[in-house]
């Protein structure tokens, strides 16, 4: 009899442990796959591309934005009056909100004059649960073999991404 209760009572942790979420410690899809997600992506005149119209062997800095953030709009013009230090980087600007509202942004910072920017709207939201994006912006950076290296969320420094992508 006290073999049975040792038996049930060491089993009693794998019993439990069983019952906790599994997702208590996943990590967030961009982390699982660290490459630059496919999710198609319609430009302002209409057109929708993927990753796969990216530019290859060059690095590339996804910069998620609400077309109403203040944070995003102060780091889309420290963006622009530095842009020189960008030369290197393909920038795709990605927004949840519909083309239409994109293109006031669009229009307003005059992003069609930059040719290393790309802005898309994603209004499936599919790249929000992807970056498990909760604050605005959100920035990610991924080498020439578009392979991730660096994301932040919410404010950042054009110092701090300029470290990565200077690498």
């Not at 509202?101 to 069609?112: L, P, R, S």
């Amino acid at each position: 009899m006290r073999y049975v209760f040792f038996v049930i009572l060491s089993c009693l942790p794998v019993f439990l442990m069983a019952q906790t979420p599994a997702n208590s410690s996943t990590k967030a899809p961009y982390l699982q796959y660290p490459i630059i997600p496919a999710f198609p992506l319609s430009l302002v005149d209409g057109h929708t591309i993927t990753k796969n119209d990216l530019k290859k062997n060059e690095k590339t800095m996804l910069f998620v934005f609400s077309v109403d953030c203040d944070h995003c709009k102060h780091l889309t013009e420290e963006m622009l009056k530095n842009i020189d230090k960008f030369k290197k980087t393909q920038i795709v600007m990605v927004t949840p909100f519909r083309v239409e509202q994109m293109k006031e942004y669009y229009d307003h910072y005059k992003i069609q004059n930059y040719p290393n920017i790309i802005m898309a709207s994603e209004p499936s939201r599919q790249i929000m649960y992807f970056y498990d994006l909760h604050y605005f912006p959100g920035l990610y950076i991924y080498n020439k073999k578009q392979q991730f290296v660096k994301g932040f969320e919410g404010t950042v420094k054009l110092d701090s991404l300029l470290l990565y992508l200077n690498k």
